[in-house]
């Protein structure tokens, strides 16, 4: 979902990724959250189609004439897949909602419109394939449209090992839209390693009236879950051994169990270690 917000609606462009050789049926809904339906927007529940390889369809949502807008005042648009073949692959995407809000113009230094990424610290698993890092615009309201260069660099976590690198990535802000995400593939060599880090970096805004805000560097940590994982296997086989040695009325099943558990506990420091 891509967002838009004009004068007196707002339009959202749901965008298909990868191969659509099939038809499917779409339906999307508003939600309210801070902003109110018949107080801000007036709310919509419809169902589209979109045809074989069609990768794009805009959405209008009108918005209350005179409403009494806050900053940062906020609903939602959720999709859902509501038919498809039963052979098609097509899956909801991270972004299945989009979240309307209404500008903050006092939320930057003067009210300039700035970009920045949302968090300063990103948590990436080893095997989750991708991680996404969140980049938002701030300050008064901008209409044009612009391109925010970004890349990549290494802190321990190395290129084409850890993650693969991006050296001139390109992020465009359309019209109104105020967040936008960036994705980087993370690669996992099935090893146990220690925590690593690596950074992403935005470098440049094609927009002298846009700058970069203060948040201009994220870093991400890919965090190994092969130790969680045999940590969990090694309790499943050593509790069924101690279940075994369990002695019914001799004593209490704290106190039988209790052994097993400082074990583990020491078992757990060293691994770590």
Not at 77 to 86: D, F
Not at 120 to 128: M, Q
Not at 251 to 268: A, G, V
Request: charged residues 25%.
């Amino acid at each position: 979902l891509r967002l838009h917000i004009f004068t007196s609606s707002y339009l959202i462009q749901i965008v298909r990724h990868g191969p659509c050789p099939n038809e499917i049926t779409l339906n999307y809904c508003t939600q309210s959250g801070v902003a109110k339906k018949h107080l801000h927007f007036l709310p919509k529940s419809a169902t589209i189609q979109m045809a074989a390889n069609e990768r794009k369809r805009e959405i209008h949502i009108d918005l209350v004439d005179g409403a009494d807008w806050r900053p940062n005042h906020v609903f939602y648009v959720n999709l859902k897949i509501q038919e498809q073949p039963e052979d098609d692959k097509t899956m909801l995407g991270t972004c299945d909602v989009a979240r309307v809000r209404y500008p903050d113009d006092t939320s930057s230094l003067m009210g300039e419109p700035a970009i920045e990424f949302v968090k300063a610290n990103y948590v990436a698993k080893e095997n989750c394939g991708w991680t996404r890092v969140f980049v938002t615009r701030r300050g008064k309201k901008h209409r044009g449209d612009h391109v925010v260069h970004y890349e990549t660099s290494d802190i321990t976590a190395q290129a084409n090992h850890d993650y693969v690198p991006v050296k001139d990535g390109r992020l465009v802000f359309l019209g109104q839209e105020y967040e936008k995400y960036i994705d980087i593939e993370i690669l996992d060599d099935k090893h146990d390693e220690k925590d690593e880090t690596f950074g992403v970096e935005l470098t440049s805004v094609v927009d002298d009236e846009v700058t970069l805000g203060g948040k201009r560097r994220t870093i991400i940590t890919i965090v190994s879950d092969d130790n969680a994982l045999m940590n969990v296997v090694n309790v499943h086989k050593l509790m069924g051994h101690y279940m075994q040695k369990l002695s019914p009325y001799r004593t209490s099943w704290m106190d039988q169990t209790q052994p097993y558990f400082q074990q583990r506990s020491r078992d757990c420091v060293i691994e770590n270690n």
